[in-house]
């Protein structure tokens, strides 16, 4: 054994403790520097991520008409986990930290309220725009499917353009008012002026024509002020139209339940009943798997020609098409699920 201090120093160094503590030492400031070198990493990612979301939307805004675009975060050189937010206002991308950005926005476009969580399979986004809507979902994740919809024994024929004819007048001053069923404040003339000025903004790949006037829907109270028409004038223009289709708006007048039903002309049946189940279905897909709106039912129902007194009777008989009923005035949708219904019907119809 040295005796000298330097051959006790070496002597030191070689025992297994020192070696031990050494090792440690060495993982531990490993450790560190990973961490922070992580954290510094996805910080960087969350900041990226953010701002170039938030730069892709406000160009999809800027662009006129309808956008799909497919975006994906997780680039091989990116290592985060991340939560996206989406906003009226901002974007917003979290994981241990959160990072946000703004987008200029517009007034007149509504970009539904969004939060995407990591999924297994990975994120990709969806980005649409449609009409002045902006959606954001990611494509990993399991539409909820709607199991109940109706057998369309085929699909329809090919529908270039179409007639819009929403149901009822509400105009106090004129001998033709016919709010419709009524729930309190809740008129059916409303409600089909609404659905139909959405379906009209969402309409882009049709020919459309309608028989009132539906920006009328976009005053509010306002829409008493509705230009008078009569039934008989309104099936004269279903009757002289040019389209391949008509569409009529209704709701029903019932406590409770909501179902979906189309009400179809005999003549014509077969292809009648292909378009309105087509768009039932739509429809019915698109409350379930947006709103989880619980639906009671679905119908094609043929009506009776003979029964002269029923004025969907002689609607459809002018042309070739359905009445549509969405749910009831005493169980009413909002406009956003009114928007869904819309989309449904556009989608139905292609």
């Known amino acids: 054994m040295l005796k000298n201090k330097k051959g006790g120093v070496v002597e030191f160094i070689l025992t297994p403790t020192f070696t031990t503590l050494l090792a440690l030492g060495i993982v531990l400031l490993y450790l560190l520097w990973f961490?922070?070198?992580?954290?510094?990493?996805?910080?960087?990612?969350?900041?990226?991520?953010s701002k170039?979301?938030?730069?892709?939307?406000?160009?999809?805004?800027s662009l006129p008409g309808n956008f799909n675009l497919l975006y994906s975060?997780?680039?091989?050189?990116?290592?985060?986990?991340?939560?996206?937010?989406?906003s009226?206002?901002?974007?917003?991308?979290?994981?241990?930290?959160?990072?946000?950005?703004?987008?200029?926005?517009?007034?007149?476009?509504?970009?539904?309220?969004t939060t995407i969580i990591p999924s297994k399979e990975g994120t990709i986004l969806k980005i649409i725009k449609t009409g002045d809507q902006i959606d954001v979902s990611n494509i990993y994740e399991k539409k909820?499917?709607?199991?109940?919809?109706?057998?369309?024994?085929?699909?329809?024929?090919?529908?270039?353009?179409?007639?819009?004819?929403a149901g009822h007048l509400f105009n106090p001053e004129s001998?033709?008012?016919?709010?419709?069923?009524?729930?309190?404040?809740v008129k059916?003339?409303?409600?089909?002026?609404i659905l139909g000025q959405a379906i009209k903004n969402l309409a882009k790949d049709f020919t459309f024509e309608e028989t009132r006037f539906l920006e009328r829907a976009t005053e509010g109270k306002q829409a008493g002020l509705d230009t008078p028409i009569s039934i008989t004038e309104r099936i004269e223009k279903i009757k002289n139209s040019q389209s391949d289709a008509l569409v009529s708006l209704h709701f029903g007048n019932y406590d409770g339940k909501f179902y979906l039903k189309a009400f179809v002309h005999p003549k014509n049946f077969e292809e009648n009943y292909k378009l309105a189940c087509s768009v039932i279905n739509e429809v019915a897909q698109g409350l379930y798997s947006e709103h989880d709106?619980?639906?009671?039912?679905?119908?094609?129902?043929?009506?009776?020609?003979?029964?002269?007194?029923?004025?969907n009777n002689k609607v459809l008989s002018a042309k070739d098409g359905f009445v549509l009923e969405v749910g009831s005035v005493q169980n009413h949708l909002t406009d956003k699920e009114l928007l869904t219904v819309a989309k449904g019907v556009i989608k139905g119809l292609k």
């Open 35 to 49: 961490v922070n070198g992580t954290a510094a990493k996805t910080s960087f990612e969350r900041q990226f991520l």
């Open 52 to 61: 170039d979301l938030s730069l892709i939307i406000d160009t999809i805004l």
């Open 73 to 86: 975060p997780h680039k091989p050189e990116f290592q985060g986990n991340f939560t996206f937010m989406f």
């Open 88 to 113: 009226n206002e901002t974007v917003t991308v979290k994981d241990e930290g959160e990072n946000y950005n703004r987008y200029l926005g517009r007034k007149d476009i509504i970009l539904k309220p």
């Open 144 to 165: 909820k499917v709607f199991d109940r919809q109706i057998n369309c024994y085929g699909t329809h024929k090919k529908i270039n353009s179409f007639i819009l004819d």
């Open 175 to 185: 001998k033709y008012n016919d709010p419709g069923f009524m729930n309190e404040e």
């Open 188 to 193: 059916e003339a409303d409600l089909t002026l």
């Open 293 to 311: 709106k619980e639906i009671d039912g679905l119908a094609v129902i043929p009506l009776n020609p003979d029964y002269s007194g029923d004025k």
